[in-house]
T-cell receptor, first 111, second 114 residues
Framework: SQQGEEDPQALSIQEGENATMNCSYK?????LQWYRQNSGRGLVHLILIRSNEREKHSGRLRVTLDTSKKSSSLLITASRAADTASYFCATDGTSGSRLTFGEGTQLTVNP | DAGVIQSPRHEVTEMGQEVTLRCKPI?????LFWYRQTMMRGLELLIYFNNNVPIDDSGMPEDRFSAKMPNASFSTLKIQPSEPRDSAVYFCASSPGQGATEAFFGQGTRLTVV
């Protein structure tokens, strides 16, 4: 079963706007990761946030983590058409062995 | 490093045939994962190796599926006999630490069983 659940399932925005995607999970975690997948390609790691962190930045990406609500959000600022992809959150569980992915958010950035 | 290398990229086979998917992880990585991706079920973890030893194979759907990692630079996922419902994209990923640190994915093998 999927540990993480993203919402929305699909998001369409205009270039330059910000995109926010959310992820909820069920069990305790050591860390949460976000990945990106372009159509027909493998997943690419974007950012990892540990359970004792609340916010992390990487370029135009901002990730937040609320362990009390078991949720995370990924914000992409000043979006570009090249950001069009599916975005997945992944959690590890406290055993640290299984990296379990959500169902993903399909982001479309219109030029 | 060329990244995680999977072969073949595409495989079309008839129901009942044996299928072997191959993966070369990034050199020096200790953990290797096999995932399956379908529209219906999303990304499913099939099996996870650490230091060439299978740690968690609870995601392997049934006895028709088997995975091996004979050494640190090679892993196989075998389906015998294959069925149409096995059609999916199979991804191999490796990571430098034990368990779920950052994972590096291969480009996947698109399997079609007719």
């Amino acid at each position: 079963s999927q540990q993480g659940e993203e919402d929305p399932q699909a998001l369409s925005i205009q270039e330059g706007e910000n995109a926010t995607m959310n992820c909820s999970y069920k069990t305790s975690i050591n860390n949460l990761q976000w990945y990106r997948q372009n159509s027909g390609r493998g997943l690419v790691h974007l950012i990892l946030i540990r359970s004792n962190e609340r916010e992390k930045h990487s370029g135009r990406l901002r990730v937040t983590l609320d362990t009390s609500k078991k949720s995370s959000s990924l914000l992409i600022t000043a979006s570009r058409a090249a950001d069009t992809a599916s975005y997945f959150c992944a959690t590890d569980g406290t055993s640290g062995s299984r990296l379990t992915f959500g169902e993903g958010t399909q982001l479309t950035v219109n030029p | 490093d060329a990244g995680v290398i999977q072969s073949p990229r595409h495989e079309v086979t008839e129901m009942g045939q044996e299928v072997t998917l191959r993966c070369k992880p990034i050199s020096g990585h200790n953990s290797l994962f096999w995932y399956r991706q379908t529209m219906m079920r999303g990304l499913e973890l099939l099996i996870y190796f650490n230091n060439n030893v299978p740690i968690d194979d609870s995601g392997m759907p049934e006895d028709r599926f088997s995975a091996k990692m004979p050494n640190a630079s090679f892993s196989t996922l075998k389906i015998q006999p294959s069925e149409p419902r096995d059609s999916a994209v199979y991804f191999c990923a490796s990571s430098p630490g034990q368990g779920a640190t950052e994972a590096f994915f291969g480009q996947g093998t698109r399997l079609t069983v007719v």
